[in-house]
């Protein structure tokens, strides 16, 4: 954040497991291969709306999304022309949020 780029940073953040853990909610079907359960995603961005809960249905291929419908480009496949975008996580008008720079901390 205290980089020359934060003004025009997006950074996703999300895993590539759920990790094991039981989901009480069943994924919904999405193509032959369909959905698995659930995983985080975080969004740090000076742009990023604070505080937001997403309830929307998102995939790995919803980053693809993204970066396809910011910058106008056409979808590589059908699975990311169908995904949700996680344009309802930004807030383009609003003036960039500043660095949050958090103290050092000892563990010892």
Same mark, same amino acid.
């Not at 056409?74 to 103290?103: H, K, S, T, V, Y």
């Given at each position: 954040?205290? #980089?020359? %780029?934060?003004?025009t940073t997006a950074i996703v953040l999300t895993w590539d497991d759920f990790g094991g853990f039981y989901d009480h909610? $069943? $994924?919904?079907? !999405?193509? &032959? @291969? #369909? @959905? #698995? $359960? *659930?995983?985080p995603l975080i969004v740090i961005s000076p742009y990023a709306k604070q505080g937001v809960v997403s309830h929307t249905v998102y995939e790995f291929a919803s980053v693809l999304r993204l970066?396809?419908? *910011?910058?106008? =480009? !056409?979808? =590589? #496949?059908? &699975?990311?022309?169908?995904?949700?975008?996680? =344009?309802?996580? @930004? %807030? @383009? %008008?609003?003036?960039? !949020?500043?660095? =949050?720079? &958090?103290?050092? &901390?000892s563990c010892s």
């Open positions: 954040m205290q #980089g020359p %780029d934060w003004a909610v $069943p $994924p919904p079907a !999405a193509d &032959r @291969f #369909g @959905f #698995g $359960p *659930r995983v970066i396809e419908r *910011r910058y106008d =480009l !056409a979808p =590589l #496949g059908p &699975r990311d022309a169908a995904a949700n975008d996680l =344009l309802e996580m @930004f %807030d @383009f %008008d609003q003036a960039p !949020a500043p660095p =949050l720079i &958090r103290p050092l &901390r």
